[in-house]
């Protein structure tokens, strides 16, 4: 097993596995920018490593896989506007590796997952959660419209459910989300990783070229939602900035 730390990414390669793990649990395991650009990396790298058959994400500690995008996180010699912006352009990015990493990606969800990151969670092949997770899209909360949440989440779980999820705020359990096919298992803590070892194992023994295949074709719908979800929010920012 080889591991790679950083400050705030934890990535080890174990096996033919690829794991990396949010590491800031004294800040929610908020996802920088920084965090961003380096998970795609990671992701895009292992995508092309034929050592590599499939790759999970997880979060440090027990309370939280994410509490989302940093939007606390201080710019480096630039205004928050050009910080926005960056921002932005960095979590289309990691959203676009996942969906276009020929590989399985699995999310692991150790906590609850919250905004962007329940995006990802949505995102990812597969999520397996201990039963104590939650995921919540409450951008409405803070005055922030969701085009993108809801465009993830209705092509995964059609419109009601991400009405419900982006119109109230909500968290919504484990449990009931595996029942509303949102994610494919809901396990005691004691029992996670090893769900996930199993879905990732599975996952990964396909015929990577026919996974490939199926995921591209799958994922067709969804890259369309999130292209117009982003085309929105970009009108949104561009008439904020004025």
Sequence with gaps: MHTMQTESLLAEHCGDQLRLTLNRPDKANAITVGMSERLLVEIRGAGEDTGVRSILLTGAGDRLFSAGVDVREQPEGMDMAAQRERRSRATAALQDAILDCPKPVIVVLNGSAIGGAAMLALLADACV??????????????????????????????????????????????????????????????????????????????????????????????????????DEHARHRAAAAQ
């Excluded at 004691?190 to 396909?206: H, T, V």
């Design 129 to 230: 959660a201990v039963d104590s997770a939650e995921l919540s899209l409450p951008e409405i909360d803070i005055g922030i419209a969701s085009f993108s949440g809801f465009a993830i989440a209705a092509v995964i779980g059609g419109r009601a459910v991400a009405r419900d999820l982006i119109q109230s705020g909500r968290r919504m359990t484990a449990a009931e989300a595996c029942g509303k096919g949102l994610i494919a298992r809901a396990v005691p803590r004691a029992q996670l990783a090893q769900a996930a070892a199993e879905i990732a194992d599975k996952l990964g023994g396909k015929k990577p070229a026919v996974f490939a295949d199926n995921k591209r074709w799958i994922n067709r719908a969804m890259k369309a939602a999130l292209a117009e979800a982003r």
